[in-house]
Structure formats: C-alpha cells, structure tokens
C-alpha cells in the first residue's frame, strides 16, 4: 500500500528547512564579516584575526597623517597581520567631525582610541596630531602600562599641541622642553629634526647595520627600498639596537646610485630597537622604530616582512618569527605617492570613509578636484 503524505503536513517540515538555512547564512555572515560590528564601527575597522601565532593578541593600528598616506598603509598592514598571521587587528583613522570622513588634514580627532585599553601593541603613524584629552588619555594610558610600541615615519612627531590649544598633555608635544623632544624623542628615539636626503629627489635604499644582523626582526630581510627620504636622526641613544641605516640615493629610482661625500658618511639610522621608561608609572617598555613607512614605501615586500618581524618581537612571539613569513598583499594594493594636499575640500572630494579599506575592499582611486568656476567678467 502506497502511503502519501500531504503538502500541509509537509509545511512544517519544510519551514524548519528554511529556517536552519537562514541560521546558517547568519553564522557565516557574522563569521566571516570584514568589518567590526561596534556601535561606531563607521568610525574604524576591526579585522578579526585567523588562525596563526598572533592569535589572541590585539593590535591597534592608529593612523592620522597629512602626507605619508597613513590611511593607506595601516589597513594594508592590519590586513596581514590578522589574515596572515592571526592577530585581531583595530584601525582608527583622523576622522573629521563635520562630516564623519577620513580627513588627515583635521588633526584633533581620531575615534575608537579606547581599543588601546585592551590592545597588546601599538602601531602608530600619526603626524603632528592634537587630540582632546579623552583621546590622547588612551595613548598616554598605554605608553604608562609599559607596553610595546611600533612607531611609523612620522610618529618621532606624532602630537603637537599649540600654544592655544587646552591639553593636559602639553609636554607630550615634538617641541616639548620639559620633557626634550616629547613622545618622540623621549620614547620612540628621536623627534623631528630634518629631511637628510633631499626630499621627494633622493630615495633610500637600507642597509643592514652588521653588528645587529643576526637580531630576529631582521629574519628574511634583505631588499627595502622606499621612495621617501632618510629623515636625521641625531639624540638616538646608546641603548638603541640600530637594524637599518639609510644609503641616501642620488634619485628616486631602486638602482639610482647612492650619492658621494658627507650623506653617506655616516649613514643615518632608519630603524631600530630601543626600551623605553614610562614618564609617570616609571614601568618599562620596548619600541620598535622606523623613518620609513609611507605607503608608497610598503610597496617593498622586505619592508612589510620587517614590521611584521617587530609586531612577533613586541608581543613575545620571538621564537615563531620565520624569514618565509607571509607577508603577501591580501587585497590590491595601490598606494598614492606621498605629499599634503591643501586645496580646499579636498578630502570631502575624495569621501573617504574607514569601510572603503574593509576586507575585500579597495578605496576608489584619487581623482583631481573639479576645476573652480570661473567667474564672469562683469
């Protein structure tokens, strides 16, 4: 006997069909999402890391410059570390207020700083930046606990408050007398002191500084040219571990030839180690620091391997640095060559938002600002 089952009896099954579909697809969405879900996550990202020895530990990446390109370079780099290697990884970016779009122009705010409280590593990239209190708090708080520190490019100048500005945090300034050289020289090695090589003229080609070069940040290092300039250095101190100097070049080329006489001889420091004391707990910590870092410059596959070395350094992961490390580009990669930009409404033309450098994005290319109207002659 042929028993059939009706279609309103098949019903009920077939809802709890759809349904464990649907709950399904949620499970991978949520799992698989590349952004953060917090409640301001239009404000940063959040890149959850795979599997890899940096699982479980927490960088933030805190970016806010007006000319290396800083907005570029820390995604790229989170991208890596978390999708690579395993860590989770925040990016925060200068936002301004007015309309809630990346704008590294706009130098007192950078939302999503609090991430710090919980973060294992810092990597900063700012330049000349004047936070409120309740942001620069978060910086302060965490250079105090001891912990450790990548600084990028810039960061030897990373804050400047003026005159006018109300802050707590006045001697934290690259200027500072109180505290010579504030964050940068006082943690990082050195603050601002010049452009050595001749600016956007002679790039640099680094070069292994011998006596260190057996030191695990090195590992599978070998070729890091980047387009930008040597920076001067002249207050590291003799506890720094200098890695890298900078062969100035005589052009902007990777095999322009290194130019002759005083530049040279000797050559400057462009990356190092070095602990640090914290100026109010008196606690401990390390650094590691480089004058590169612009995301032009990040297009050298030896400079990326180098930072990633120091984020396994920083955070206690020696012994599992590997000279094969990957550090391959997760999404396409096209960084803009750096310089400020000062037109007027130049970044709300471009409308950058923290999203455009989510996983499995890419930001749309630069574009030239409209021509202004011509006024008519009267």
């Avoid at 910590?285 to 930072?307: K, N, P, Y």
Wanted: glycine share 8%; aromatic share 10%.
């Amino acid at each position: 006997m042929t028993t059939s089952i009706s279609s309103s009896s098949r019903l009920p099954v077939l809802i709890v069909a759809a349904l464990v579909v649907l709950a399904l697809l949620i499970v991978f969405a949520v799992k698989f999402a590349p952004a953060s879900s917090s409640p301001e996550s239009a404000y940063w990202l959040h890149f959850e890391g795979t599997h890899g020895p940096g699982e479980g530990k927490h960088i933030v990446l805190v970016s806010g410059d007006e000319e290396y390109r800083s907005e570029e370079a820390c995604p790229m780099l989170a991208k890596i570390l978390s999708q690579h290697h395993g860590f989770d990884c925040t990016v925060l970016f200068a936002i301004n207020p007015e309309n809630d779009l990346i704008d590294p122009n706009f130098q007192h705010n950078i939302p999503g700083l609090e991430a710090l409280d919980s973060a294992d590593l810092m990597i900063l990239f700012t330049r000349f930046r004047g936070l409120p209190d309740e942001q620069m708090k978060h910086i302060v708080d965490y250079v105090n606990a001891g912990k450790p520190i990548i600084g990028l490019r810039t960061s030897t100048h990373a804050f400047n408050f003026a005159d006018d500005f109300e802050t707590s945090y006045r001697d934290w300034t690259w200027t500072s007398k109180d505290w010579p050289g504030g964050f940068g020289q006082q943690i990082l090695g050195d603050t601002w002191v010049s452009h050595h090589g001749k600016h956007k003229h002679e790039a640099t080609r680094a070069v292994i500084e011998e006596a260190n070069a057996e030191n695990a940040v090195l590992k599978g290092v070998e070729d890091v040219f980047g387009p930008t300039d040597v920076y001067g250095i002249n207050k590291l101190p003799d506890s720094a571990t200098i890695l890298l100097r900078g062969q100035v070049l005589s052009g902007m080329e990777p095999d322009s030839p290194p130019v002759e006489g005083e530049k040279n001889d000797p050559m400057m420091p462009i990356a190092w180690l070095k602990p640090y004391t914290a100026p109010d707990s008196g606690k401990e910590g390390q650094v590691f620091c480089t004058t590169m870092g612009a995301s032009i410059d990040l297009e050298s596959e030896d400079l990326r391997r180098l930072i990633v070395n120091a984020a396994y350094y920083l955070t206690g992961l020696e012994s599992k640095i590997s000279a094969e490390a990957d550090v391959e580009l997760v999404d396409p990669f096209e960084p803009s060559f750096y310089g400020f930009q000062k037109a007027e409404g130049y970044w709300q033309h471009r409308g950058l938002v923290p999203a455009d450098f989510a996983l499995g994005s890419v930001p749309p290319k630069e574009e030239p600002m409209p021509e202004p109207a011509k006024k008519e002659q009267q």
